[in-house]
């Protein structure tokens, strides 16, 4: 069941993505111009989807991948080139009508089937790879791992996530953003040391089957996120 942190944070990002900041995410994720700020997080995203991808095979044909909160659709896009059968999810719709006229038509055996709900609805079914990229670091550790557990149970091989690692410029602008709330701020990040994110991970009773891989930091200068690998031991 999820937490009632969990399911309130939930709503704040539905509504901010779905209407507030549509508009901003998609010129953000466009190949259009952009000021300098977004210029360095669009970098910075573009460095950790590829970090992301490089986790899982280069042919992906005949396997299932769940995109967790796939936003306007890159991710899923690169996965289908590499044959993939891809179930792009976000809770936003806005941004998943937007994923859907950006999708380029696939080639070969890849395929995208994009829809609107929530990222741990267990009718999704099971999946081969469950891939989330920087939609659970809204959410405090003990939630994130939790997420973590609940989609790496659906996934065969593993799963790979990001988390916001705590370091001092993301403290303080975390701290920034409690102290001074305003109502169309992005919902904040959790900053989360990369030493309590593994001993929850080691610690949960649905997580007792898997380990962690490979982790990379990706930093640029208005853009911080870490990977982190979870795989079926």
Known sequence: METSTYLVRRQKLEAYFDRTAADAWA???SDGPVSRIRATVRAGRDQMRATLLSSLPMDLRGQRVLDAGCGTGALAVEAAKRGAEVVAIDIAGTLVDLARQRAPRIDGPGSIDFRVSDMLDPSLG????VVAMDSL????ATDLVD???KLASRADKGLVFTFAP???????MHWAGKIFPRSDRSPEIEPIRE???RRLIAAHPQLQGFRTGATTRVKTAFYISQSMEVLRA
Do not use: S
Not at 137 to 140: A, G, M, N, P
Not at 166 to 172: I, Y
């Open 27 to 29: 010129k953000l994720t």
């Open 126 to 129: 099971r999946f081969d790879w």
């Open 137 to 140: 670091i809204h959410y405090d």
């Open 147 to 149: 997420m973590v557990a």
């Open 166 to 172: 705590r370091t001092v410029l993301l403290t303080l």
């Open 195 to 197: 030493a309590t994110v």
